[in-house]
């Protein structure tokens, strides 16, 4: 029952930074590495606010340090005209001395003796569970996300956004400034995932420097899981695949470790296998409908003989 | 309208490879003025649309567009009034776009606000309207994602987008050359509607030189970044494609024997 409730939990918690990395690898269509060091960013920013202020005053600050990573990355990418890739990796290596530096040189900080916003949600609702006041807490934060995109990905603003990972000269032609457009985005795609780092760190009242690594296959997994189930469709259909996806990804690890199929440390190797192998299944897909014309072919030029 | 003065630009400076695109190039167009485009490969036509929009800055001269020097504006600032359509009617829309979210996209130009719905109730009764008059049954697809769509119909759409705010000035890149005949007429008789009723001062490459000599008001040749001929008025009337190549091949006599001159 633990197990059940603790997946759907985090899956809802992660989904969120499978929202913001659905705005840069979907939407955006760019693959983004920033993610690695804007989950952490948050995760630090959202545990320090937390034990100096208030738990929502860390939310926020998660949210900013997402929003500035993001930019950093734009920046790079747009204005001195860095490879994607590459701009993201050098943002996420130079944003491990930063997460290092916001929570005070150490490793790790716990939040045990804290408010947190789960605590504080149970503290107002006394006669619910732990787990469902999490559970409450994590469902609203992803509600309130999807819903601000989907309201925003019906602006213009927004528009612009899906043109520019579409076809960016068009916009360009549409007399839109691109490389703003694209600031934007990845400002707001890693907003989301330092949102998801700072409420990773609340919900478990611990903060540790090295919860980002491996993020990004987590989240592109989830993305492609999600699309499975629901294909590329609408924005929407699309934020909702995503939110499934992490849902289903956090029952497929917990299901994993429970039956002792694999150590937990493999979890990393089998997301990225995931990954792997979703990606190739359309290059996978031609190579055989090529041979199957190439046998057929064969076997008819030597019947006709 | 347009002035182009004196415009230079060379690729590849200081290189074999240096290429000498625009050599001292001026034209004039008054409002209004339809002007097409002759040039063989390389003659600098497509650089010359490239230097107006701003894909890159001139290395001398200027671009005045309607009494305003633009010749240092972003690409992005200068399109908010002129419209360009390209050969490849994949590269003037959005595939996966809805048409009605690659129009809501074009009209953003006219409405301020980054934040206001892209599409409202009204501007999707007017796209309607708009697509309505190509008689393509375009304005039943609005959520069609523009992907689905032929060559043709991406391309009256892209016309649609690039002057649904009238343009100052509308380039056309042989737009019509990727379509097969009966859907280049129509596609062309759709932009002289729209060109000659909002009275829209406007430039064509093409390659075709009968269409060059009987659409617009006025016929220019390029060769090597300059303009060997502008033919209008009278002259033009009375001009046939075989005159026009006349012309052409007695003006590369008369630059080959002042190479031989030089040579000799």
Redesign the interface.
Known sequence: MTLLIGSLQLGFLYSIMVLGIYISFRILNIPDLTTEGSFTFGLAASSILTAAGHPLLGLVGALAAGALAGSVTGFLQTKLDIHPVLAGILTMSGLYSINLFVMGGASNVTLLNNDTIFTLCLKAFPFMSKDVAKLIVAVAAVVIVTVLLTIFF???????I??TG??A??????????DAVKMVALSISNACIAFCGGLIAQYQSFADINSGVGILVVGLASVIIGEAFFGHRSLMIGFISAIVGSIVYRYIIALATKSDMFPAYMLKLISAIIVTIALAVPAIKVKMANDRLKKNGMRESKGGR | MLEVINASKTFAKGTPNEHKALDHLNLSLKQGEFVTILGSNGAGKSTLFNAICGNFLLDEGSVILDGKNISYL????R??SI??LFQDP????????TIE??L???Y??N?K???????TKKDREMFREALKRFDMGLEDRMATKIGLLSGGQRQVVTLL??TIVTPKLLLLDEHTAALDPATAEKVMAITNDIVHERNLTTLMITHNMGQALTTGSRTIMLDSGAIIFDIKEEERKHMTVSDLLDMYSEKKKEEFDNDRILLS
């Not at chain 1, 019906?154 to 612009?160: E, M, Q, V």
């Not at chain 2, 972003?74 to 600032?77: D, I, K, N, R, V």
């Open positions: 019906k602006t213009s603003l927004g528009l612009s899906r043109a579409d076809n000269d068009m916009v360009r032609a549409s007399s839109i400034n691109v | 972003p690409e992005h600032q399109s908010a419209g360009r994949m590269k003037g829309t959005a595939p996966n776009l979210e690659n809501a996209l074009a953003s130009k409405t606000g980054l934040f206001r719905f892209a599409i987008m690039s």
